[in-house]
T-cell receptor
Framework: DAGVTQSPTHLIKTRGQQVTLRCSPK?????VSWYQQALGQGPQFIFQ???????QRGNFPDRFSGHQFPNYSSELNVNALLLGDSALYLC????????????FGPGTRLTVL | AQRVTQPEKLLSVFKGAPVELKCNYS??????LFWYVQYSRQRLQLLLR??SRESIKGFTADLNKGETSFHLKKPFAQEEDSAMYYC?????????FGAGTTVTVRA
C-alpha cells in the first residue's frame, strides 16, 4: 500500500487561474481531509469529505471547493487564484469512525505568480 | 474557537539531554490532543495521542487541563529526533495544528 498519494507534486499557476489537486486515500479509508500549509505555519483545515459530501469546513472562501468520488479519491479545486494561495496542500485520509487518526500524503506545492 | 499555540519556533539540544516541546491550547470542552512529527523528506505522521497515554520513541506527553497544556518530553534526545513537531487538537472531525517547533539535536 503506497499510503496516501497526491498529484501533482508541484504546480505553478498565475493569478486568476484555476487549479485542481488530486488525492488518493490509503487503502481501506473512506474519509479525506484537505489542509493548506503556508510557509512557516502549521496545516490549516480546509474541508473534509465523506460519502461524497462535504462533512466539515474550515475558514476558507468559496473559491475553495472539493469533490469526493465513489472510489473515495478526492479533488481540491481553487478558483481565481491569489498570490496568497501559494502553499503546500496536504491531503489526509482516515476511517470515518476514526477521523482523529489521519494519514497524510506528501503534499502538492502550489506556487501562484 | 479552539486554538493551539506552540511558543517555540526553534529548539536546539545536545544529544543525551532532555527535551521538552511546549504546547498550549484553548478549547471549551474535553480536548483530544495529539503530537505529529515530520522528519526530513518524509510526510507528516502521528507521533502520539494523549488518550492512549503511551510512550512512542521515548516521547511522552501529559495533558494538564488546569494549565491547558500538552507538552511533549523526552529524557534523552537522540540525533534521529531532529524534526518538525506539531501539536494538534481534534474537534468536529477536524484537526487544528499549532505552528510547529523545529527540533535540532546536536552531537
Amino acid at each position: 500500500d503506497a499510503g496516501v498519494t497526491q498529484s501533482p507534486t508541484h504546480l505553478i499557476k498565475t493569478r486568476g487561474q484555476q487549479v485542481t489537486l488530486r488525492c488518493s486515500p490509503k487503502s481501506g479509508h473512506d474519509t479525506v481531509s484537505w489542509y493548506q500549509q503556508a510557509l512557516g505555519q502549521g496545516p490549516q483545515f480546509i474541508f473534509q469529505y465523506y460519502e461524497e459530501e462535504e462533512r466539515q469546513r474550515g475558514n476558507f472562501p468559496d473559491r475553495f471547493s472539493g469533490h469526493q468520488f465513489p472510489n473515495y479519491s478526492s479533488e481540491l479545486n481553487v478558483n481565481a487564484l491569489l498570490l496568497g494561495d501559494s502553499a503546500l496542500y496536504l491531503c489526509a485520509s482516515s476511517l470515518v469512525v476514526r477521523t482523529d487518526t489521519q494519514y497524510f500524503g506528501p503534499g502538492t506545492r502550489l506556487t501562484v505568480l | 474557537a479552539q486554538r493551539v499555540t506552540q511558543p517555540e519556533k526553534l529548539l536546539s539540544v545536545f544529544k543525551g539531554a532532555p527535551v521538552e516541546l511546549k504546547c498550549n491550547y484553548s478549547y471549551s470542552g474535553s480536548p483530544e490532543l495529539f503530537w505529529y512529527v515530520q522528519y526530513s523528506r518524509q510526510r507528516l505522521q502521528l507521533l502520539l495521542r494523549h488518550i492512549s497515554r503511551e510512550s512512542i520513541k521515548g516521547f511522552t506527553a501529559d495533558l494538564n487541563k488546569g494549565e491547558t497544556s500538552f507538552h511533549l518530553k523526552k529524557p534523552f534526545a537522540q540525533e534521529e529526533d531532529s524534526a518538525m513537531y506539531y501539536c494538534a487538537l481534534v474537534n468536529d472531525y477536524k484537526l487544528s495544528f499549532g505552528a510547529g517547533t523545529t527540533v535540532t539535536v546536536r552531537a
